[in-house]
């Protein structure tokens, strides 16, 4: 039994104990939360506008894409690893 315990305990700090439902809904968190900061930087969303924040905003709309990606492959079913690396990748270049 403890053998078991400690098998599953190893398993779970290997793989994450999120699932990634979850992951993805906290990436969406995460992004609404950079596009409102973008937003007070930039109240017209237009990059022209802000040449500053350009690169951010090319960064948004990637992660915007990868948002979108992903849910549709929620909605598909089986496992999505690609499009939460995506995710994660596009995550740290925002922060």
Do not use: H
């Not at 305990?9 to 979850?22: E, F, H, R, V």
């Amino acid at each position: 039994m403890k053998r078991l315990l400690i098998s599953a305990i190893l398993a779970l700090s290997i793989t994450g104990c999120a699932n990634p439902i979850s992951q993805i809904k906290t990436s969406i968190n995460s992004y609404n939360y950079y596009a409102s900061r973008f937003e007070e930087k930039c109240p017209s969303y237009d990059s022209a506008a802000c040449p500053d924040v350009k690169d951010q905003a090319a960064v948004l709309q990637s992660w915007n894409k990868a948002i979108k990606e992903a849910q549709k492959a929620t909605e598909v079913g089986g496992k999505y690893p690609l499009q939460l690396k995506a995710l994660k990748d596009i995550e740290k270049k925002a922060k």
